[in-house]
């Protein structure tokens, strides 16, 4: 049996639930994250410079095309941009 990893286990979710757009800041304490969406041809992973700035392409992302877009962070203080987000996409 394959072993699977919280990465692979959050990004196969996300991919079941239709997220192919993923933004964030890739860093050293998120390459798991980074390389679960590398084997996954159909998802895109989009760097962003800044934490906010990928909070806030997320959120223009499903503002505008009514699509959840995933968020990936190297911090644990997000809820701001997670909320904005998950608001934006439902």
């Not at 041809?41 to 995933?70: C, D």
Request: no cysteine; glycine share 12%; proline share 1%.
């Amino acid at each position: 049996m394959a072993e699977t990893n919280v990465a692979d286990a959050l990004i196969e979710y996300l991919s079941s639930r239709g997220v192919v757009n993923i933004f964030g800041v890739l860093a050293h304490t998120s390459f798991a994250i980074g390389d679960a969406i590398a084997r996954r041809p159909h998802m895109k992973f989009i760097n962003a410079q800044h934490e906010g700035g990928a909070g806030n392409m997320a959120l223009g992302y499903a503002r505008a095309t009514k699509k959840a877009g995933g968020l990936s962070g190297v911090r644990w203080r997000w809820s701001n941009q997670y909320s904005h987000v998950l608001g934006a996409s439902s």
